[in-house]
């Protein structure tokens, strides 16, 4: 069976009428240390096209396959889907209407809507399937993010789910002569590497033309400079920054892009082998960076300073040059902050980087913070899980006006959090929790991705992360 071959989507099908389908080898789902299914018995290959529940079927599969061959290949030993999981995650392709996909801690969830006369499946899209596949990878390596009550935990899952599309991409070697082709060796420009979703983008757009990019889903070809996200609105048009994670992840993943297209200049040769090689990297360093970088209010920032401390450890710092503009760029780094993490620094700082390992408790290095339900329309106290580890680079974002940003204390960030939430109608408040002057969207067309329900650690009633999108 493994010399046979399937339709596929090599990248998003686009917008209507969209790309013509590659073959490449039927995909092997038990990819090891990231073993995924697809829920509904496998379909015989054959040549099955698009608008087929076959071509789906291996659509999706070829997408898991290849994002969890890239991830192996760059995590830890020993890293492992979370416990809730199980041994193996599993994908539902279909599980009702909507233009969204999911990931529960379960498995990764799907949906279809017709706009326009088209039908459009998430899981058709293999950047969307490799962006959830993505949250989940990250989940395995930092669960304590899942929990966590800071926007920038959100925002680096986010980004992470559009970075894991995009390093998935580069393994393919027409992919990789595509972008060069199209870029004209300038990663950074916008590109189908850098464009995420296009055809989800596109429908979304007949429906609600400004939540959007006018070609995508989002892109992360962007010029997005950080604020602190306590300082942010919580929603707003496309084209502006707001502290929704959707919006914010744009920050660190144009930054990423930056980084990789500097990591490419960097090589002997400008050709599709030299960007393979750019891309293994830069997720290698972003991976190591995740591992080590500690939970806490201006995340960003830690997670750019393990990169250079990373590069550093791995490359003696060959790539120091690059990563630190492309942070100081989009202002995840100060410029004090990037000429602070010298090599001495580094080596004083991040003694025992190197034997970082993965994953932990949920609540590892978060700090419980006990609000006044009431004031937010929840009847008791509500506990939050705060970001509390300890810094291990005193580095952060910069100010607009020059120098650095003090980093918000972690009661600030986890109720700005929590008010954004409600802000967005995001937070599923059961009825028996709900005060006289509760402030809930009941809609039931809006997703949420948090509840408020009873807590055994807690002891009384807690904010529950139940999905990312």
Excluded at 114 to 119: D, I, L, Q, S, Y
Excluded at 277 to 288: C, M, N, S, T
Excluded at 342 to 366: H, K
Aim: glycine share 10%.
């Amino acid at each position: 069976m493994t010399d046979q071959t399937v339709l596929v989507y090599a990248s998003d099908p686009g917008e209507p009428p969209g790309v013509t389908p590659v073959r490449h080898p039927v995909p092997q789902l038990e990819t090891q240390p990231f073993p995924t299914a697809i829920a509904q018995p496998a379909p015989q290959p054959d040549s099955a096209g698009p608008g087929t529940p076959a071509f789906r079927y291996w659509v999706a599969a070829d997408a898991l396959s290849s994002g969890s061959r890239m991830w192996g290949a760059l995590v830890p030993s020993g890293t492992q889907w979370v416990p809730s999981v199980g041994r193996v995650l599993t994908a539902h392709l279909d599980v009702g209407v909507g233009l969204n996909a999911f990931y529960t801690r379960t498995g990764l969830e799907f949906f279809h809507r017709t706009v326009a006369g088209v039908e459009v499946f998430s899981a058709q899209s293999p950047e969307i399937v490799r962006h959830e596949l993505g949250h989940a990878v990250l989940d395995a390596l930092r669960p304590q993010l899942w929990n966590a009550a800071m926007h920038e935990a959100d925002g680096a899952h986010e980004a992470v789910g559009d970075i894991s599309a995009l390093l998935t991409a580069l393994q393919f070697e027409s992919l990789r002569v595509t972008v060069l082709t199209e870029t004209q060796g300038n990663l950074e420009l916008s590109s189908q590497l850098s464009r995420m979703a296009e055809q989800l983008g596109w429908a979304i757009r007949q429906r609600k033309p400004d939540t959007v990019d006018p070609d995508c889903l989002r892109n992360m070809s962007n010029h997005f400079f950080y604020r602190d996200p306590v300082q942010l609105p919580p929603d707003g048009p496309a084209n502006t920054l707001t502290s929704g994670p959707h919006s914010f992840s744009r920050v660190f993943s144009g930054a990423f892009l930056k980084a990789l297209a500097g990591i490419f200049r960097q090589q002997p040769a400008q050709d599709q082998a030299a960007l393979a090689r750019a891309g293994e990297i830069a997720g290698q360093l972003l991976v190591d960076a995740i591992v080590a970088a500690p939970v806490v209010s201006a995340y960003y920032a830690q997670l750019a300073g393990h990169m250079i401390a990373a590069d550093q450890r791995r490359f003696g710092g060959a790539h120091g040059q690059a990563l630190r503009s492309a942070f100081v760029r989009h202002g995840i780094l100060s410029l004090e902050a990037a000429t602070s993490l010298t090599a001495a620094e580094v080596a004083r700082r991040g003694a025992g980087l190197a034997e970082a390992m993965p994953g932990g408790s949920d609540e590892q290095g978060l700090t419980t913070v006990t609000v006044q339900g009431m004031a937010y329309g929840i009847k008791g106290p509500l506990v939050l899980n705060a970001p509390g580890e300890v810094r291990r680079f005193g580095i952060a974002g910069s100010d607009p006006v020059g120098g650095s940003l003090r980093p918000a204390d972690p009661e600030q960030v986890a109720t700005s959090y929590l008010e954004d939430l409600l802000r967005r109608g995001r937070v599923d408040v059961p009825q028996e929790y709900r005060s006289d002057t509760a402030v809930v969207d009941d809609n039931p067309s809006r997703f949420t991705t948090h509840e408020i329900a009873r807590s055994e650690a807690a002891e009384g009633l807690a904010l529950v992360r139940r999905r990312f999108a």
